[in-house]
């Protein structure tokens, strides 16, 4: 079946922790890889995509997680065409953090880009922020909630902590739970907090009977940036970030 709820933002604010852990479920069946297909695969068309979709059981969620469709364009009317009951779930954290993480990923795979803070800047003497930098841009999130508003109304979105995901993984998990209409069966005795990582793992997999945590891939040191910098970067969401509270009547305290 096509998906009847969408992970569909965003990058770097832990959407594949949100995913792994909804998989303990029963009743939810998720695509593992993300499979772009209301950015880059659309002219592939339904079918293709129903094909990518686990088989479900009457009762059970089909799911499917690409975090970049919360900042395509054209993903609200796609997804709409496809059903306008679709739910969608959003993973937010702090843009800063945000951003910061989303470079260091960057980084990862060409340790040879410029640094942070000078990508930051259109102008670092006059402190003009570029926004047209992908890592500064995915943050403004009350600017891409309003496309998707203009398609699905405020209560068919869930937006999720990234922060909570982290902390009280089991709080978060209950919401998204509720809001998908599931029995809340994934608890915190699902999950133990690993130092090293500094997040959350599961004490068992789906199919599994071993503790799993996310791969070496997440939970990365973040670089040191200069902290002017992360204090400019602060004020120049701060606005975005008050908006974004009063669009989504939630206060995520990022300030």
Sequence with gaps: RLPQA???????????????????????????????????????GLAWYRDLMPRTLEGQITMEKTPSYFVTKEAPARIS????????????????TRAISDYTQTLSKKPDIPTFESLTFKNRTTGLIDTSWSAIQIGIYAKHLENWLLYFPIGQI???????????????????????????IITDKHFYFNKT???????????????HCLGKTKG??????????????R?????????????TGQDFGWD
């Design 6 to 44: 969408i992970i569909i933002g965003v990058k770097k604010g832990g959407t594949r922790a949100l995913l792994e852990f909804l998989r303990v479920h029963p009743d939810v069946r998720a695509v593992g890889a993300e499979p772009h297909f209301f950015d880059r695969n659309y002219e592939r």
């Design 81 to 96: 065409s496809m059903s306008k009951g679709t739910k969608l779930i959003v993973v937010v954290r702090d843009p800063v």
């Design 158 to 184: 869930l937006f999720v902590s990234g922060e909570r995901l982290i902390s009280d993984p089991a709080g978060e998990l209950g919401r998204v739970q509720d809001f998908l209409g599931l029995k809340r």
């Design 197 to 211: 990582k500094g997040f959350p793992c599961l004490k068992k997999a789906e199919g599994s009977s071993k503790p």
């Design 220 to 233: 990365r040191t973040h670089p040191d940036i200069d902290q002017e910098v992360v204090q400019r970067l």
């Design 235 to 247: 004020d120049f969401y701060r606005p975005f970030n008050m908006k974004f509270y009063q669009m």
